[in-house]
């Protein structure tokens, strides 16, 4: 019998785009809040994660076996600007669906970030303690470290920066940036101070699976590319795969969103740094995960 996996947040990019790629081989069941989603046999219902009964209801309508929580506030300075709604999706939702996932006896998926780390220039272990720098890297390291101690059944995936096209068609995300800005052969001003991997969604979708299909419990494992650098250096690279013209790339440097208590520390730095270790990853798939470049030769071939 297949399984049946939840996604929460299906209408957002990552919940979009892991609902297309899992909806094959698993029964799915997506949820939305203000935008509806249609993906043909994909069965989609409203729900307000904020609300710990209406969670209840749907898990316990639903009976998953696995809950996949893509919910949140994904841009740095929005969380940044709004730390109230951000600690409520990033955070508060995550305890209720997981209070629900242990009622109904599902496994609860939390797909968390790199941001969870301080920014300073070293590889960073799973067993490390996270220092966020930021609210949005606060947000989800309070979510791990509640899903780790409360959540009876789970399994937490420690992401990159994931890129790819959105099934949204009215907010274009900062690859469908760059493809738009490029495709019109304007100039694309790219931060180079931020250090992260860069993962195209769809491989993230394919160590889900695995993760799913070898019954991972109650494990932390970070899943990233295998090099990392800025978005003005992934930006070069984009041209040289997807031949357009270099000299369009323009350096420019982010007015970074320090959290209130790096601020008044003044630990402000010319470079950040969000690097993971992969090695237990790569021990749990059996092979190594793809370069940043690798990972967008891949997207060219599945974009064409």
Known sequence: MRKTILILGASSFVGSNLLESLKDEY???GTYYQTPIDIP???????DVLRREAVQNLVGLVKPDLIIYAVGLSSLTDC???PKLADALNTSGVI???MASDRYGSKFVLLSSAYVMSGENQIFKEGDAPFPNTNYGGTFSASEFYVQKSCLNYFILRCPVLYGRSYNPFELNWFEMIE????LDKSLYADDSVVTGFLDIKILAKYLKAAID????NRLIQVSS????TRYEFAQLYTQIFHRSTDLIVKSNWAFPLNENQARMNKAQDKYYYQM???NAEDFIGHRLPSIEESLQFTKVRLS
């Open 214 to 217: 070898s019954n991972l419990t």
């Open 277 to 279: 270790s992969t090695i």
């Open 180 to 183: 738009r800005t490029l495709s």
């Open 41 to 47: 046999g994909v069965l989609s219902l409203p729900c």
């Open 96 to 98: 209720n669906s997981t």
């Open 226 to 229: 295998s090099d990392y650098m």
């Open 27 to 29: 029964r799915v069941v």
């Open 80 to 82: 940044q600007q709004n």
